[in-house]
Nanobody, 120 residues
């Protein structure tokens, strides 16, 4: 499974960006999609997750500013980021979690990431 993330870039504080992540397989069945981020010297952290039922969860630092959505027909997940702050600077990574019928066969797939840099 290939995950192609795009949409990152350089933006001033208070600005917005929209990230996209396209999967090379269907995400319609038994798949959660998520965005994580990793800044230099810091641990990878969950930014947002969306289930197949469209239930969402967000990291505390992005609640109210970021919105995750998915388009199963396009096998794509999006992350709308508003009111960006310098501390949002990181590589943003797309994750696909596939739930197998037998949990021990669950799989995670990762994209290559897209850089988001927020200047003050």
């Amino acid at each position: 499974v290939q995950l192609q993330a795009s949409g990152g870039g350089l933006v001033q504080a208070g600005g917005s960006l929209r990230l996209s992540c396209a999967a090379s397989r269907s995400i319609a069945d038994r798949v959660d999609m998520a965005w994580y981020r990793q800044a230099p010297g810091k641990q990878r952290e969950l930014v947002a997750r969306i289930t197949g039922n469209r239930n969402t969860a967000y990291g505390d630092s992005v609640k109210g500013r970021f919105t995750i959505s998915r388009d199963d027909a396009k096998n794509t997940v999006y992350l709308q980021m508003n009111n960006l702050k310098p501390e949002d600077t990181a590589v943003y990574l797309c994750n696909l979690h596939h739930y197998a019928l037998n949990q021990k066969y669950d799989r995670d797939y990762w994209g290559q990431g897209t850089q988001v840099t927020v200047s003050s």
